[in-house]
């Protein structure tokens, strides 16, 4: 890539560096905001530059490729970290956290619009859906697999994370009642039970490591 | 609305008797097509018409609207009927019989891509979301509520769809392995008693009722 941008009038103008780490979240932001209320198809490197009153060329400087920056927004949105600690404590509860964190992370007036922006963009768009997919084994399904005693920990993470993600959908995204309205308590309580048998009871999964991959 | 659509010559080139039930078919036919390669936001009155080698007045004739004609396409797409089909029985084993006559249906030729379109959609536009959970609610969610013997029925069904829904998108849309190369009958048995417990276990519900709607 050349670096015309340095010189570009419009950076000069804003009196903003380049190189300054500042000037990358500024785009992130823009990023984010704009895969938000637009989606990842409506979301554009010039309409991200534009919006964040950068050069495009810095923004590719910064990110590299739209589907760069869509991860980046991912990463900067997800909060995983939150899931992650969420982890922590004995495995026999280890699915009533899940859940319960998980009902709160979509509840969060910050956090939870953000969610739903991102599985908007995944299932709306196969290029996301492939970026979402590599981030939530990569930082979610590995560590959490990764604390299971039990076999086919992958599978099993997997299995949770779909009851997780259909709850999700129909309560949050369709919003269909009566989970919709149910107290967050009573969800959690009548899904935390399925989620430990996923992470922690029989299944019957023994043939899973003979099945093509 | 006019009816110029009667005497419009591209009707009559193609010899269609515009109120032909045949014509209403190949416009249903061409409107399916639409949604399963464009998406509901790609889709128009107009290119459906062309694709069905009918007048758009016409298409506004026999449906009224984009949404209505939504409506008839997922209509003819979702295969409710081999769903309900498969809530006979005995209740002990309807999780099982849900599960894995919902796991054929996505993998069914031509079922399992109409249905991924459906979801696509679904979750692209808010429109085309609120027909499905309004078509879902009352010809699926409904009947398999309505054969339960058990309290608080709708949200054991709502439960239940919740988890299949996730299971379709982990497994057939987002492709996540190893859930979707698991042979269909141990992803199956994995879920079918998770789907059973929603459907007729204990999930203390009891506050559900007086629960806001």
Known sequence: MNSTWLNSPMAEERGRRPGNPQTRDSILEAAIESFVTRGYGGTTIRA??????????????????????????????????????AIGGDEEHLGERLVRRYL???????????????????????????LLKELMS?????????????????????????????????????????????????????????IQRYLTGTLSLAEIAAAPR
Chains 1, 2 share one sequence.
Not at 167 to 176: D, F, G
Request: no cysteine.
């Open 104 to 130: 709160w992370l979509w509840e969060h007036p910050v956090h939870g619009p953000k969610l739903a922006a991102v599985l908007h963009a995944a299932t709306a768009t196969p290029a996301a859906a492939e």
């Open 138 to 194: 990569r930082e979610l399904l590995g560590p959490i697999a990764g604390t299971l005693s039990h076999d086919h920990a992958e599978a099993r993470a997997l299995l949770a994370a779909s009851q997780l993600l259909g709850l999700a959908l129909m309560r949050y995204l369709l919003k269909v009642d009566p989970l919709a309205s149910m107290p967050a308590d009573l969800v959690a309580a009548a899904v935390a039970p399925g």
């Open 48 to 85: 991200v530059a534009r919006a964040a009153g950068v050069d495009p060329a810095l923004v590719m400087h910064f990110f590299g490729s739209k589907d760069k920056l869509f991860e980046a927004a991912i990463h900067g949105t997800m909060p995983v970290a939150l899931v992650i600690e």
